[in-house]
């Protein structure tokens, strides 16, 4: 376990506690670590004490974690206990680290024991941290692993420098982008997407306001719901809600996409999908398939539909495993998922996603992003 940061961690956490997060001099800052992230949770302290904070590391291990489970432990995880509550009524700002490490084996584990663990304090947790105000961030260093690195084929080194260089970006200028983009997008009908790789796709937006993921946490903003008033880092992109009921064209994936549930249990590559009078008619992955058929023949409502549309924002995420959709002017296309509008199904109903970078997208005819640069 190595607890020296590296150049890269240290300009990284001084980017996310400067910027993101506006630590400010005399702030409580609890900083949640496992194992495997030892060394940038040392350097997100040492830069909130640089600014003038108070720092708190809770420290989590691997070792102690996996025991309790292994003695059939888990609702006991999933508790907290009265220190922990007494410390997020008391903190301005929370960093949290994804963990443990052995991503395989969390994966495989039952999903009533991942349910006790992870559900049992999620709701209250949230309502003391909008009660306060309290800011956040989760960090998605903490999925950088070995054994998930090596299921999805990826250097470990590179993922992990490519996901601290896509926090040096800079916030206010994703943002400014971001509402640039929105506003072109608000009370508009038709958004079509096109590329030289065989998309030709039009798709119609809902009467929902385009929301962007700046990297800023939102936490007295009741337009970000629930776990989005914290935010995640690197961040970047904007999303908005499509009307279920239109659809025409294709879309050809050149980019990987994941699950938009909790865990990346999924990786989707080398898709496309058919629409015909605002349904998905035929569909095909090179990865991902047989995940995306067995969600596909279930009888959920919205799940053959178009559900939400998403734009990168961040100018330093290229190619990043389970972030791509962050990469500037990347489009990805979620079926299902129309649980996210306000007027949508409450069923949990994502289907699948696919993702496009350098695409042109045009916004009732008026282009807004092309090769991938947004106008």
């Known amino acids: 376990m190595n607890e020296s940061p590296s150049s890269l961690e240290r300009a990284a956490a001084r980017s996310l506690v400067k910027n993101y997060l506006r630590v400010q001099p005399g702030e409580n800052v609890i900083v949640e670590a496992w194992t495997h992230t030892i060394s940038m949770s040392s350097a997100m302290v040492d830069e909130v004490r640089r600014l003038g904070g108070s720092a708190f590391l809770a420290y989590e291990s691997d070792d102690a974690w996996w025991r309790a489970v292994e003695r059939k432990q888990a609702k006991l ?43 049992g304090w999620v709701d209250r947790w949230y309502r003391i941290a909008r009660s306060t105000g309290l800011r956040g961030g989760r960090m998605d260093l903490g999925w950088v692993t070995e054994p998930r690195a090596r299921h999805w084929g990826v250097s470990t080194e590179r993922w992990r420098d490519g996901v601290l260089e896509a926090c040096l970006a800079d916030p206010q200028e994703m943002g400014r982008t971001g509402i640039r983009l929105a506003r072109a997008l608000s009370g ?53 809600a499509l009307d279920a009921k239109t659809g025409e064209g294709r879309i050809v994936s050149n980019s990987r996409s994941y699950d938009e549930t909790w865990f990346p249990w999924t990786r989707f590559s080398g898709g496309t999908l058919e629409f015909a009078d605002g349904k998905l008619t035929t569909f095909s992955f090179e990865e991902g398939e047989a995940t995306f058929a067995k969600r596909f023949a279930q009888p959920k409502p919205g799940k053959d539909r178009p559900g939400l549309l998403s734009i990168g924002l961040n100018p330093k995420a290229r190619n990043l495993p389970f972030r791509e959709r962050l990469e500037r002017g990347c489009v990805q296309l979620v079926v299902g998922a129309n649980a996210y509008q306000s007027r949508g199904s409450r069923t949990p109903n994502d289907t699948g996603s696919v993702c496009l970078t350098g695409p042109e997208i045009s916004v009732d005819g008026t282009p807004v992003v092309r090769a991938g640069k947004i106008l």
């Open 77 to 119: 995880l999933g508790r907290l206990s009265r220190p922990e509550w007494a410390a997020l009524r008391a903190t301005d700002v929370y960093v949290q680290f994804w963990g443990p490490a052995d991503s395989g084996r969390l994966e495989n584990l039952p999903e009533r024991t991942l349910d006790d663990w992870a559900t």
């Open 188 to 240: 508009a009908k038709k958004v079509r997407i096109t590329h030289p790789n065989g998309t030709d796709l039009e798709v119609a937006l809902a009467r929902e306001s385009p929301r962007v993921y700046d990297g800023f946490p939102h936490p007295k903003n009741s337009a970000y719901t629930g776990a989005d008033m914290l935010a995640n880092f690197p961040e970047g992109r904007l999303r908005i």
